[in-house]
């Protein structure tokens, strides 16, 4: 039997799409239509970003914990987190929670590793592309990641906050995005790691400039992996 899957969601279009993943993949391994028990828990958005606004990693801390509290007694089995910025309280997370965990990032490292890739650029919000979230996951399997220029973190944040979250698709911003994936293809970058769970609805595969890392969609074949192992 298929362990049941917890799904601890952040923002709403990177939940989606990790539940949509686990779902519609499901079918290949188990058959028609079926796929493992999944729940879901999020807290708003809002009051992820007043902890991280105001610097207050602790309230991130509790707010994961309280979903995987949620998740728990529903009867989730391990969990996973489709938001690559609050995998900075991690650690914290998985040492107070009484559930196994997946690692965003780390699922991600070993993808990179599997297809050849050494030098991924990674993107995503502020706080993850200067954080230690994809620099340690790095570390660990070997990889050399690269980011954009600040002024370029700055507005790819913006874009993140002020359109994606939304699911918002403008044009200039999806061009913009691409432009900062193919100059740091031409700064030797090998691949490109959608590090933002909403970065998949502007960064399509057959479009980029660079083979892609959708970490959303790792994470979810990765819990699909898991939950069918004995």
């Known amino acids: 039997m298929a362990k049941h899957i917890g799904i601890v969601g952040c923002s709403a279009p990177g939940a989606a799409l990790c539940y949509q993943t686990i779902c519609s993949e499901g079918a290949a391994i188990m058959g028609p239509h079926a796929h493992p028990e999944i729940s879901m828990h999020t807290h708003p958005l809002s009051k992820y970003m007043d902890y991280i606004y105001g610097d207050m990693w602790e309230g991130v801390v509790n707010l994961m914990l309280s979903s995987a509290s949620k998740l728990e007694s529903a009867g989730a089995d391990f969990l996973i987190c489709p938001d690559n910025t609050i995998h900075e309280v991690f650690d914290d997370v998985e040492a107070k929670s009484s559930l196994p965990w997946l690692h965003i990032a780390r699922e991600v490292a070993k993808e990179a590793v599997l297809r050849g890739f050494a030098r991924p650029a990674v993107l995503g919000t502020r706080y993850l592309m200067t954080g230690s979230v994809y620099s340690e996951a ?93």
Not at 203 to 210: G, H, I, K, R
């Open 138 to 230: 790095c570390k660990l399997y070997d990889l050399n990641p690269a980011i954009p220029a600040e002024p370029d973190m700055e507005r790819i944040n913006r874009i993140i906050f002020s359109e994606l979250v939304y699911a918002e698709i403008i044009q200039e911003s999806k061009k913009y995005i691409h432009d900062q994936i193919r100059m740091l293809g031409e700064k030797g970058c090998d691949c490109v790691v959608l590090g933002c769970t909403e970065l998949p609805l502007i960064v399509l595969p057959d479009e980029s400039p660079l083979p892609v890392l959708d970490s959303t969609r790792i994470l979810s074949r990765a819990a699909l992996k898991y939950a069918m192992e004995n």
